[in-house]
């Protein structure tokens, strides 16, 4: 949090800032979400960069009270352009002692910590799994380091809400809006957007006008507090960011793909078929496109993974786009039928929002660690085009580059997402054919439709074979997963047919290389050090690499959107740099491909720990590598200890 | 002169592919195919109207040997590749070709739901109770204590019925023939005009692994004796000298006599094609419990077809809401402008 200067608003003085962290938590009942996308709509509503990361607990509802229960929502408002959620928290809103517990080690050092005392009790310190007698809103530890504002909420809300004549439960369930109330007016935001909001959905919607009054009085009210009592000295501000002017809208990348999907159908003039299987954290697509079928979108939701992807390859064979959906585990499980779109050599788009791995792994956490399966997880040799959005608003102009590929090469693209990307949201500029003439050009689709020209795997300049669809007179054929005969595509065993085509579909793939932009560095073409990174550790590792800069480093970022094939520059891009940094949400994956394909010694930051980079951590690892204090080892693992390392008692 | 508008008439000879059949001779996939060709020229079909999905195994050959667009898929995945077909394109005329070890082993569960959703495939499981592209391995339809080299002291797993299973997955249209059975051609006809997901078992001589496993059904001598023919609103009555009957007893079936004991015909049980807890009941009849094996048409309800239901509600939704505006869409939500 950067501090400026002080005046004075209402009854209390109003702390300029650049930018601050707030962090809502609380249990998964407790509608922390909603106060965290509220917060964050209001905040780009009134012209404050965001970014945000969500974070939620496996369990639908763990045991309440219990710290595998807190669900919590981070979000970065500034008044200049941000890349990530942010690394410290300036504020922390812990509705429980399990949210106190499981969050208060990411509170900066005098950051805020606002409590609802009134969860505070024996019982919930205990489900808290702190000690008996033990409350740490009594250690004196904590009330050291940080600023601990003891709000009953849950007391001041229903008396807040005593006239209502609603029970106790539903006065309860407004407890959340009350603690946003409070929050709003901690950084001096206007109630209208969630008043409207809450108007909206349960006044209009759910057609539960009293709920809405409700909500829109425990608001008040939480704002009120702030204002009339003497618990807070200050408030702060944030100004308004000089961004792009443009119409903006708050996106999440799983958003962002459903739309870019849609998209990509329209300037196809194809049916968009997505076919998929609950599993988070993709299933969001799934639900946005199913709420869009007068876009003339099909969804299916298939019995099981494989399901999905074959019918979505059913839907390319027949004609449209065929598009399946998924995360880590159901990629796996989609590898033989990804295989036979390979062989088939017809166009599928395969969206992996990623998770935490291996097995089951971390449903609802990100992890970039797909890199290799989606590479190499397939019997044979089976290339595949690999493209990966760098930040949830980038998701919609990723979704539409990849089903161009895969129409004009008639190949099959993996699009690596992660759950960070997906469920994260930050502005998005609502692009228009003007401002964006490319991204709506026309995606040409060419059917064959002559009997005297068609060969099954006859190959255009592209290397694309003919898309013959079902329906057509005289182009009737088969296909599968057997190895084909170049050209007639006849059933081959013949080795040197098989060696033939082994190449082609290397080639097919490389030829996509044609068709992609040269990667362009971030700082300076040369210097001492390239950061190299793909998918979402993009923000951290600009602003990582933007701080560095500042410092006087000859330092400079470069981002791989296209993953296979890579920019055709990239090899002589790393060539002109000393050395060279991946950091990664994996233990050295793309660092594995680019020392392989480039025989570079680059070196790795790897964190495997659920979360995104923290700026402070991709910054600490270039510092040690340009000081010379790497050592001979090929990666380093930012440390898990936070600041002040202590456990939490009990 | 008026241009010649009548549509030219395909024979079954215009159904074949021109590749080489590389089944081994004497296999009963060859009198399927015949019979196959011969009812897509009789129902009328188009070649570049219909489509051949099947998955792995000798019957998955299948769409190599017709003149139509074909897709031979990975092992027991046919139904879901010819779900996405019909979803895409629900005009085209979609045929699924599977084994038993194809369709009820891998790809049991995508089987299920593609008789449970009703999409509008005419699914053929050629049962041969063996794995024979791999050689003869025991397969989920072999019987109990079938010696085969992954069985070497006998299988000690139960048989599935995959007519009993069709019917519990709410398939509309449930069927059995046998690979060289005068009857073949009518059961597949049948199945070819039914309007949703269609299954017809097929028993088919595997002559290499598993020869004669259906010899009961297809013995000139003996088959009448072994199989009833099963005919809407008519009693079960079978046997070379039609002299035997099926009645009810106490809610099971058992194999009566006409005229011993003053039995009469009426006595017997009727078939009623409508009636899934009758088809039931009828798929649970096996020869190697003593009974007759039905054979022909045990159910068949029309219903609402998926890809036509998943169109009405594109349809609809364009109808409720507008053909979607990708500016109204990308301008959906909370919208703010920044000068």
């Known amino acids: 949090m950067t501090s400026g200067v002080t005046k004075t608003a209402g009854n209390k003085p109003v702390k300029e800032m650049g930018s601050a962290v707030v962090f809502f938590a609380g249990d998964s009942g407790d509608g922390m979400q909603l106060a965290g996308t509220q917060f964050t709509d209001t905040s780009a509503i009134i012209g404050n960069d965001v970014a945000t990361l969500p974070d939620f607990p496996a369990e639908i509802r763990a045991p309440a009270g219990t710290v595998a229960g807190v669900s919590g929502f981070q979000i970065n408002f500034a008044a200049s352009d941000i890349h990530t959620p942010g690394d410290r928290v300036n504020a922390l809103i812990a509705m429980n002692p399990a949210a106190f517990k499981a969050h208060i080690e990411d509170v900066e050092v005098g950051g805020i910590v606002v409590v609802n005392d009134s969860e505070f009790d024996k019982i919930n310190l205990r489900k808290a799994g702190y000690s008996e007698g033990y409350n740490p809103l009594d250690d004196e530890k904590y009330g050291q380091r940080f600023k601990i504002y003891r709000v009953p909420i849950t007391r001041l809300n229903a008396e807040s809400l005593a006239t209502t004549g609603m029970g106790a439960k539903d006065i309860e369930r407004c407890k959340n809006m009350w603690a946003l109330g409070l929050i709003y007016w901690l950084y001096d935001r206007p109630l209208d957007t969630t008043v409207g909001y809450l108007n909206d959905y349960f006044g209009k919607k759910k057609k539960l006008p009293a709920v809405a009054e409700a909500n829109v009085k425990a608001l008040q009210a939480g704002f009120h507090f702030g204002e009339t009592t003497e618990m807070f000295t200050a408030r702060f501000h944030i100004a308004r960011a000089t961004i792009t002017p443009g119409k903006y809208r708050k996106i999440t990348g799983n958003e962002g793909l459903a739309m870019g999907l849609v998209a990509a159908a329209k300037l196809a003039a194809k049916q968009l078929v997505y076919c998929s299987y609950p599993i988070t954290p993709a299933s969001d697509i799934l639900h946005s496109l199913a709420a869009m079928k007068n876009f003339g979108v099909k969804t299916m939701q298939a019995e099981d993974e494989i399901a999905a992807v074959c019918a979505a390859i059913g839907a390319s064979f027949a004609g449209q786009i065929g598009v399946t959906g998924t995360s880590g585990p159901g990629l796996a499980l989609k590898s033989e039928a990804i295989n036979l779109a390979i062989m088939t050599e017809l166009p599928l788009i395969v969206v992996n929002v990623q998770r935490g791995g291996p097995s089951t792994g971390l449903p609802t956490k990100t992890e970039q660690s797909d890199l290799l399966q989606a590479m190499y997880g397939r019997n044979g040799d089976s290339p595949i085009v690999i493209i990966a959005p760098q930040s949830p608003a980038d998701c919609v102009e990723v979704a539409i580059e990849a089903v161009r590929i895969a129409i004009r090469h008639m190949i099959p693209v993996i699009i690596l997402a992660d759950g960070y990307i997906g469920n994260g949201a930050e502005p998005w500029r609502i692009p228009n054919e003007t401002t964006h003439p490319d991204l709506f050009k026309p995606i040409e689709v060419k059917h064959a439709t002559d009997p005297a020209k068609y060969q099954v795997y006859g190959r255009d300049e592209n290397l694309a074979r003919p898309w013959a669809v079902p329906g057509t007179p005289g182009l009737m054929h088969r296909i599968g997963g057997l190895e084909k005969q170049d050209i007639t595509g006849n059933v081959s065993y013949d080795s040197a047919n098989h060696q033939r085509m082994t190449d082609l579909r290397r080639l097919r793939v490389e030829k996509v290389a044609d068709f992609i932009p040269a990667i362009e560095p971030h700082g300076d073409n040369s210097g001492d050090l390239l950061v190299l990174g793909w998918g979402g550790t993009y923000g951290s590792i600009v602003t990582a690499v933007e701080n560095a800069r500042q410092k006087g480093l000859r330092v400079s970022a470069a981002h791989l959107r296209y993953l296979n094939p890579m920019p055709k520059n990239l090899g002589e891009l790393l060539s002109r740099f000393k050395k060279v940094l991946i950091p990664e949400l994996n233990t050295g994956q793309l660092r594995l491909l680019i020392r392989g394909k480039f025989l570079v010694d680059a070196k790795g930051l790897n964190k495997v720990q659920g979360k995104p980079f923290l700026v402070e951590e991709i910054e600490h690892a270039i510092h040690k590598l340009l000081n010379n204090e790497w050592g001979d080892q090929d990666s380093i693992t930012p440390s898990t200890e936070t600041l002040g390392a202590e456990e939490a008692a009990g | ?339």
């Open chain 2, 1 to 339: 002169m008026p241009a010649n508008t009548e549509l030219p008439v395909l024979t079954a000879k215009d159904f074949a592919s021109d590749q080489d059949i590389r089944w081994c001779p004497g296999c009963g996939d060859y009198a399927i195919l015949n019979q196959v060709r011969k009812v897509m020229a009789k129902l009328g079909r188009t070649r570049e109207g219909t489509v051949f999905v099947s998955g792995i195994g000798c019957s998955s050959r299948f769409p190599y040997y017709m003149n139509t667009y074909g897709f031979h898929s990975i092992h027991g995945r046919a139904p879901a590749v010819a779900t996405g077909v019909k979803i895409a394109n629900p005009a085209l005329d979609v045929w699924v070709v599977t084994g038993d070890g194809d369709g009820l082993s891998i790809g049991g569960n995508h089987l299920i739901h593609a008789l449970r959703r009703n999409v509008n495939l005419k699914i053929l499981l050629f049962n041969n109770r063996i794995y024979g592209l791999t050689k003869g391995q025991y397969s989920p339809t072999s019987e109990e204590g079938k010696k085969t080299k992954s069985s070497p002291m006998g299988s000690i797993e139960l048989p599935i019925s995959p007519l009993s299973l069709a019917i519990a997955a709410e398939a509309s249209f449930v069927a059995r023939s046998v690979d060289v059975d005068k009857d073949l051609p009518a059961v597949i006809e049948r199945a070819g005009m039914h309007n949703g997901s269609a299954f017809v078992e097929i028993y088919q001589d595997c002559n290499i692994f598993n020869h004669k496993a259906f010899e009961y059904t297809t013995d000139k001598d003996t088959k009448e004796d072994n199989i009833i023919r099963l005919e809407h609103g008519k009693p079960l009555i079978f046997g070379k000298n039609r002299d035997k009957g099926i009645r009810l007893h106490e809610h099971k079936p058992e194999i009566v006599k006409i005229g011993e004991g003053g039995i009469k015909e009426d006595d017997l049980l009727f078939h009623d094609e409508k009636d899934d807890s009758l088809a039931f009941l009828l798929s649970r009849m096996s020869h190697s419990d003593g009974f007759p094996e039905p054979m022909g048409v045990f159910y068949t309800a029309p219903d609402d077809c998926y890809e036509d239901l998943l169109a009405k509600q594109v349809a609809d939704a364009i109808k409720s809401r507008g053909e979607g505006d990708l500016e109204a869409l990308f301008n959906s939500g909370e919208t703010y402008e920044v000068a």
